[in-house]
């Protein structure tokens, strides 16, 4: 049986910094694509950065520079470092993988809402709140 578990949300302070982790369990894949997405209240889920086993990554326009994201292969786990927070990144944040390689849009930063419903394996999500 799968099981994506996210950890590290948090609140902070504009500016600071977190790191979100994520294992998936069950995933005896050699190929596969994770990715973290998040869903602000009011507003529509985005992909925030996704990677693969083939090393592409993508990631939204709006973290680039302040978001780093990284895959362990050999744990089936995804991190991603956030720094120089804003209250805008607060949000709900997913982790979700699915056993493909990432779908070409989304290494691009442009992850639709119908492509982001194809990854098959989402987490519970974990808070990440910033204040100004």
């Known amino acids: 049986q799968v099981q994506v578990a996210e950890s590290g949300g948090g609140s902070v302070q504009a500016g600071g910094s977190l790191t979100l982790s994520c294992t998936v369990s069950?995933?005896?894949?050699?190929?596969?694509?994770m990715g973290w997405f998040r869903h602000p209240a009011g507003k529509e889920r985005e992909a925030v950065a996704i990677t693969d086993t083939t090393g592409d990554l993508g990631y939204v326009d709006s973290v680039k520079g302040r978001f780093t994201v990284s895959l362990d292969k050999a744990k089936n786990s995804l991190y991603l470092q956030m720094n120089s927070l804003k209250p805008e990144d607060t949000a709900m944040y997913y982790c979700a993988a699915d056993p493909f390689e990432c779908p070409k849009s989304c290494r691009g930063g442009h992850c639709t809402i119908t492509i982001q419903d194809e990854f098959r394996d989402w987490g519970q999500g974990t808070q990440v709140t910033v204040s100004s």
């Open positions: 069950g995933y005896g894949y050699s190929v596969f694509c």
